[in-house]
């Protein structure tokens, strides 16, 4: 399958072919300049290589070449916010930090109007999504959330509400009595625009089993995700390392969700995410990911997901120095300005809270690349007035000080 526009439309990133043959990465670089589809083995080879400005340099040209014409230098943000309606959840995943006794004890659940006097606060600074994502909790069914979602469209027309990862869909299913479809159309009915790409985790079941995550796997995860996309809604997809998982367990977890998108695509963006290990148990058993670890996931997705029109740096993960180096690393898209979010800080992220749509703006400015506010579906807002700034410090020292 083609990756896109041939060849000669854009011309080859200069010195790559040059650092490509040194490491070892010719015939690949080849593939990726005329848009053939990777193997499985080519993405092996591209986390195995010690050679990471060849590999950003040729997710750099791929992400370039998806982009479209001009729109190369295109990064883009949305000015959202999360709300978590409830924290409890009656999974014991190892990774997650509302497993864990400490959490449960602060566990809350959220009446509807409390919901509506968070979104209120976005809504006052003038958030176009709400990213709605919460535990598995009998006591909030599908009748709450469609409380919510009503509630929500009825006070704030003007917001997206992007909501319901596939795990809380399968899980409404099973409370209810219901099919996947059953529940999505509900939840469509009631004002749900679109889904997020959480609780992938990694498809393989034989991390999923060190890691006690008996929720949703990876058949599920696509099934629903492809019902959601027959029935007009966009969804992103995700992938957690640093659980123990292998090179051929994310590169086979990518495959999956590749070969889906080429069945129903409705996936906008994926996103790369690292866990975070305080207040779970797993951290002395793993591997946490290093920096160089996140940047090869963003590029060997940018390369190997040919199909997914966007792929995410997220920020309130990566932290800020890396995301912004992640954005040469194929990335197009920071997430958002987030509000207040609480399930990565939970487990111990130390990033900021939230960062103003001006800060946002300067960081991808900063990094070389025009800022463009969008919409949940990536239609463009705005692009910003701040142009970008030439980046003259070669990668190789841009990589030293952060790796």
């Not at 006097?117 to 976005?122: I, M, P, Y």
């Not at 793993?286 to 996140?294: F, G, H, N, R, Y």
Request: glycine share 8%; net charge negative.
């Amino acid at each position: 399958m083609s990756m896109g526009a041939p060849m000669s439309s854009l011309s080859k990133p200069a010195g790559v072919s040059e650092l490509a043959v040194d490491s070892g990465l010719q015939d690949i670089a080849e593939k990726v300049y005329t848009g053939q589809r990777l193997t499985r083995e080519d993405a092996i080879r591209l986390y195995q290589t010690n050679d990471l400005p060849t590999v950003g340099a040729l997710a750099e040209y791929a992400r370039r070449r998806s982009a479209g014409a001009g729109k190369e230098r295109y990064v883009y943000y949305i000015h959202n916010m999360h709300l978590n309606p409830t924290n409890f959840c009656v999974e014991t995943c190892r990774f997650c930090s509302y497993a864990n006794p400490a959490e449960r004890g602060r566990a809350y659940t959220w009446s509807v109007d409390q919901v509506l006097a968070e979104a209120g606060r976005g809504a006052a600074l003038g958030i176009n999504e709400i990213h709605m994502v919460g535990g598995l909790n009998p006591a909030c069914d599908l009748a709450y959330y469609e409380d919510i979602l009503r509630a929500v469209r009825a006070k704030y027309p003007q917001i997206h509400m992007k909501a319901f990862t596939a795990v809380e869909i399968e899980y409404l299913a099973n409370l209810e009595g219901l099919t996947y479809e059953e529940v999505l159309k509900r939840l469509v009915d009631a004002g749900l625009g679109s889904m997020p790409g959480g609780g992938a985790e990694i498809f393989d079941e034989e991390v999923r089993s060190r890691m006690a995550v008996k929720k949703t796997p990876g058949p599920v995860y696509l099934e629903i995700h492809g019902i959601a996309h027959s029935l007009g809604l966009k969804s992103n997809a995700t992938m957690l390392t640093g659980i123990g998982e292998s090179i051929e367990n994310k590169v086979d977890h990518m495959l999956m969700l590749r070969g889906q998108q080429d069945l129903s695509g409705g996936f906008q963006c994926f996103i790369p995410l690292k866990c975070y290990y305080e207040g779970t148990d797993i951290e002395a058993e793993v591997q946490e990911p290093t920096a160089a670890d996140l940047l090869k996931d963003v590029a060997v997705s940018r390369l190997l997901l040919d199909n997914f029109p966007h792929i995410k740096a997220y920020w309130i993960q990566l932290g800020v120095e890396l995301a912004q180096l992640a954005l040469s690393f194929g990335a197009d898209d920071m997430d958002g300005t987030i509000g207040e979010e609480k399930i990565t800080h939970a487990a111990g992220a130390k990033t900021p809270l939230q960062l103003a749509k001006e800060r946002m703006e300067e960081l991808i400015a900063n990094s070389g690349y025009q800022a463009v506010e969008r919409d949940t579906i990536y239609n463009i807002k705005a692009v910003a007035q701040s142009e970008p700034r030439l980046i003259e410090t070669p990668m190789s020292e841009r990589l030293s000080a952060i790796l």
